[in-house]
């Protein structure tokens, strides 16, 4: 981060505000409470009485009736740009003008010019940004990466992901407008996957995407109904150490017991199987295997990404998901989709 930034006295919390009150703002503010006294929150949305709700459901201090009223008081230091992706851009922008410090939902921008033109209105400001990729900082990938950085499999020879589900969402929902999304459904959600794939040590430097064919989009009630998004992705790719990997992406495939799955990381010594959703890891080869509990407290990793960000604004340094790790995984994205046709999915900007 450039000079120039001026950083909360440490002494007085952090004030934090929520530019949208949707689901994903729910989301952090339940992992928020986890900060204690750390941080105080604020909740704007362009309907005043929605915001107040949110206020009062999660302990909030301030209730906005719109984004520009949040970013005008002095009392907040940070926002979370929580809407959907295509106005992140705009907001993220108004909000380093207006001197705030920024946490930004993922997939964060839709093209690579966009981060560009955040990272120079970020070193102008001085201030912080960090991509909200809650995943970088859950419990099973921080394991992971201990592990495969411990040698306890040898090197690395295959790399299997899994993360497969039968989720639909409603025809009313707004990830099914790309416009508002960015693309589909692996574009939208399944940059999450990705990025855990490509943060365990090992580099992506190659990758294609195959998309299966999309189903018809069903009409009346029922489940799936109305979804019109293509759901399903397998993205092949080869790290800079030479071992290779495939991420097997679907809402639209069910899963055992409704969400359980594993994947698998294959090395020379051995492997290490791990249930997707970060319920457990299986080490085995060279030995007797042995199961590891990367741990519940915080499965998610929202509270571990939260204390990054506080982290990084006090001590006026360089959050984990800054805009350069997120820039690496929208440029993998980027070579997913270029095989792509122009129908459907996310198209080429």
Known sequence: MSAGGRSPHPSRPLGIAFLGCGFITGV??????????????????????????????????????????????????????????????????????????VLVEKPAFLRREDYETVRAARDEAGRVVCVGENDHYKPLAVRLRRLLASGVVGDLVFGHFTTIADRPKGGDDWRNDEGLAGGDAFFEEGIHWLHLAGSLGPTITRIHGYRPRPAEPAAGPGRGRGDRRARSMLVAFEYDTGAVGALYYSREVPSLLRGVRTSTLYGRRGAITFESNGGGILVHGGGRPRVVLPGWRDIRGYQAMYRDLVRAIRDRGTPEMSLERALADHLLMEQVYACQPAEGGRRER
């Open 28 to 101: 952090h503010s339940r992992h928020l409470r986890a900060l204690g006294g750390e941080v105080v929150r604020g909740y704007a949305s362009r309907d005043r009485d929605r915001a107040e709700a949110f206020r009062r459901r999660y302990g909030g201090e301030r209730a906005y009736g719109g984004y520009a009223e949040a970013l005008a008081d002095p009392g907040v230091d940070a926002v979370v740009v929580a809407v959907p992706p295509r106005f992140h851009l705009d907001l993220t922008l108004e909000a380093l003008r207006a001197g705030k410090h």
